[in-house]
Every structure is written in C-alpha cells, then in structure tokens.
C-alpha cells in the first residue's frame, strides 16, 4: 500500500524563525493536500497541489510539490505564535488517501 | 454555509459494548470520508464513500467496523464490539469536485474502558 513519511515529528522553534515541514511518498502522487489541526481542534484545509513542480503560497506559507510529485513541502517564514498546531499532508494515489503522521511545532514567544 | 455535522461529540463505554456514531456532510457534497485519530497521529482513513458507493474501505476492521450511507447524504459508523484500543477521535470529511478540499466534522472522542 501507499506509504508517506511525514518529517520532522515535531519543531520548536523561537517567534521569528522560519519553520519547514517534508512529505515523502513511496509512490507517484494524484495530488497532495496539506492540513493544519490546532490543538483539541479538527483538520482545516490549507492547499491542495496537483501539478508537477508546482509552488503556492499564501502570505508567510509557502508550498511545493516535487518535480516527480512524490515529495512536497511547507515553509512558514517568520513563525508567529498563531502558526502552533499539526501540520499534515494528505497524499492520494488513484484513490487512496492517505494522511502523514504530522510535524506538531510549537512557538516560544 | 453549515459545516460538517457530528453526534456524539463524546462517547464512554466499556469494552465490548457497541457504539455509533453519525455524520451529516455539506450540502452537496458527494464523498464523505471517515477517519480515526489515535492521539498524537494523524488521520487514518477508515472508509471513503462516493455518494452511497464506497471507494475505499481498505483499513476498515472488517470484523468490528461497519459503515453506511444509504441515502448518499448521512452516515453511520458502528463498532461492535470495542476493544480499549478503538480509544480515539472518529472524525467524519466531506468534500465535492473540483476542489477535493475536504471540510472536517468536530469529530467524536471515543473512550474505551
């Protein structure tokens, strides 16, 4: 079955640095979504990426998809502590879908 | 807009009772999905429907985990019987093309005691 490796598990970084979370996938990706959970909260949908190569980004978040759509990344620059939560990337193949283990990061202020 | 409908928002039974749990998606959207998440892990895809069809239910555990969507709109997810490790949030998704964005329930903390 599709397998995604999720890293780092966690990230704690100081307000002000720049914090990256990677997606990797064992096989080639339909597309790759990317989630955010607060803590005790739900998943809420970031970006969805879909092309080869491609990169979004909205405002401090920037978001890449590799160039043989088997690995993806998030960038936040500048972290601020509303940025705290799980971040998650959601892979699907034909149809499965599938969600990495998340990067938990945490801001000290 | 209503978001993604859940009930019970929290569940405590003994292990090897039964338990369901019911989903009510947007408006609209044909394929709702139904996750569990162990604490600390992420979302692991128990059953997906597309209207009533299901698309994929490769992780659901056959043997206690039964799911349905009878009319396309709600579903049910059931254990039974539980075992202590079925201890977890059941969230329910649901999504429409072309986005695919899916919209995530409140979910359901389940405890199995």
């Known amino acids: 079955g599709q397998q995604v490796m999720q890293i780092p598990q966690y990230q704690h970084v100081q307000e002000g640095e720049d914090f990256t979370t990677y997606c990797n996938s064992s096989?080639?990706?339909?597309?790759i979504q990317w989630y955010k959970q607060r803590p005790g909260g739900h998943p809420v949908f970031l970006i969805q990426?879909?092309?080869?190569?491609e990169v979004k980004k909205q405002k401090r978040l920037t978001f890449q998809f590799g160039e043989a759509k088997k690995n993806s990344s998030l960038h936040i620059t500048a972290t601020q502590t509303t940025d705290v939560g799980t971040y998650f990337c959601?892979?699907?193949?034909?149809?499965?879908?599938?969600f990495g283990a998340g990067t938990r990061l945490t801001v000290k202020p | 807009e209503a978001g993604v409908a859940q009930s019970p928002r929290y569940k405590i039974i003994e292990k090897r009772q039964s338990v369901a749990f019911w989903c009510n998606p947007i408006?609209?959207?044909?394929?709702l999905y139904w996750y569990q998440q162990i604490l600390g892990q992420g979302p692991k895809l128990l059953i997906q429907?597309?209207?009533?069809?299901?698309?994929?239910d490769s992780q659901l555990p056959k043997d206690r985990f039964s799911a349905e969507r009878l009319k396309g709109v709600d579903s049910t997810l059931k254990i039974q019987p539980a075992k202590l490790e079925d201890s977890a949030v059941y969230l329910c998704?649901?999504?429409?093309?072309?986005?695919?964005?899916?919209?995530f329930g409140p979910g359901t903390r389940l405890t199995v005691l």
């Open positions: 998704a649901s999504s429409a093309q072309p986005t695919n964005e899916q919209f």
């Open positions: 096989t080639t990706l339909s597309n």
């Open positions: 990426l879909v092309k080869s190569g």
């Open positions: 959601a892979v699907r193949g034909g149809n499965d879908m599938r």
């Open positions: 408006s609209g959207h044909a394929t």
């Open positions: 429907f597309q209207n009533n069809g299901v698309v994929d």
